[in-house]
């Protein structure tokens, strides 16, 4: 068991933190629509977006998997920018860095008006470890929400059971608990 966090300066996803996303985001030579956003975010490889991946876009197993460790790193470089001069486990880096992965950094960084830090960077900023990984089950939508049911927390959300049964695998992750 881990004894001593590390700055954050000095941590990197680890290799089961990189294999944890590739297999959660699975791989697809091809570029397809992105669930949530159809084909205005095109999607290859290991989730990777951006203007490069159009729809058609062919991201060959080595290319998918040298963009993924890329895509990671700015990811990283992101997450230390908003998290300052926290000091984290290696598995709570890896569970921060999968969800920003994920979601994208601007929302583990910043609250949805985007004038202050989200709730995960103030309690690491606060120290409150246990309260920074229990916040990332906050992250459980996937697009809009009109109504309760479209939370996939919710017990009647049929669309993103997928995105519940991750964010409480991060959760885990980040406790180093067993995972779900």
């Known amino acids: 068991m881990e004894t001593t966090r590390i700055a954050i ?11 944890y996303v590739a297999q959660r985001e699975g791989y697809s030579e091809k570029a397809y629509p992105d669930p949530v956003h159809g ?6 490889g290991f989730g990777t977006t951006g203007p490069d991946i159009k ?14 460790r890329a895509d990671a790193s700015e990811k990283e470089i992101a997450l230390k920018r908003c998290m300052g001069d926290v000091v984290l486990y290696q598995r709570e880096w890896d569970a921060f860095v999968g969800l920003g ?9 910043f609250n949805n008006a985007r004038t202050g830090p989200s709730t995960i960077v103030h309690r690491l900023r606060a120290g409150d470890h246990k309260g920074a990984c229990e916040a990332i089950l906050l992250y459980d939508r996937a697009g809009p929400v009109n109504k309760p049911q479209d939370r996939c927390s919710h017990p009647d959300n049929r669309t993103c059971r997928g995105v519940w049964a991750d964010r409480q695998h991060l959760r885990s992750m980040c406790l180093g608990e067993a995972t779900p």
Not at 101 to 109: E, I
Request: aromatic content about 2%.
């Open 55 to 68: 729809m058609g876009t062919a991201l060959p197993p080595v290319r998918a998997l040298v963009r993924l």
């Open 39 to 44: 084909t205005k975010v095109p999607t290859a």
């Open 9 to 19: 300066a000095a941590l990197a996803l680890s290799a089961t933190g990189l294999v």
């Open 101 to 109: 992965y994920n979601t994208g950094t601007a929302p583990v960084c």
